[in-house]
């Protein structure tokens, strides 16, 4: 089992940019692919990136690829999400996710594991 916690979330001015953490506990950890998705008020929860347990696969949505980077570091039991040029359309609560089939999947019903997620708010 995974337990999954997200930190770094706060309110940023547009252009601005953050670097959002998931810290992982459980031995098993490097051998999870993981997922950030983030889920703005009123609309249904969205797939941002994916990594795989090594960390040399990486897969993006289209619209933020370009202006995020998943990586993480199996030595920590940690997963980042730095996020540049940050957009008022960008605010939402930010949430990783481990998945034990360790695909890199955009699916969010194909992961396991989910933290209680960070809210990211970006002012105009």
């Known amino acids: 089992q995974v337990h999954l916690v997200e930190s770094g979330g706060r309110l940023v001015q547009a252009g601005g940019s953050l670097r959002l953490s998931c810290a992982a506990s459980g031995r098993t950890f490097s051998s999870y692919a993981m997922g950030w998705f983030r889920q703005a008020l009123g609309k249904e929860r969205e797939f941002l990136a994916a990594?795989?347990?090594?960390?040399?696969?990486?897969f993006y949505a289209g619209s933020v690829e370009g202006r995020f980077t998943i990586s993480r570091d199996n030595a920590k039991n940690m997963v980042y999400l730095r996020m540049n040029d940050l957009k008022p359309e960008d605010t939402a609560v930010y949430y990783c996710?481990?998945?034990?089939?360790?695909?890199?999947?955009?699916?969010?019903?194909?992961?396991?594991?989910w933290g209680q997620g960070t809210q990211v708010t970006v002012s105009s």
């Open positions: 990594i795989n347990w090594s960390g040399e696969g990486t």
């Open positions: 996710a481990a998945e034990k089939a360790s695909l890199g999947v955009s699916d969010p019903d194909k992961y396991d594991y």
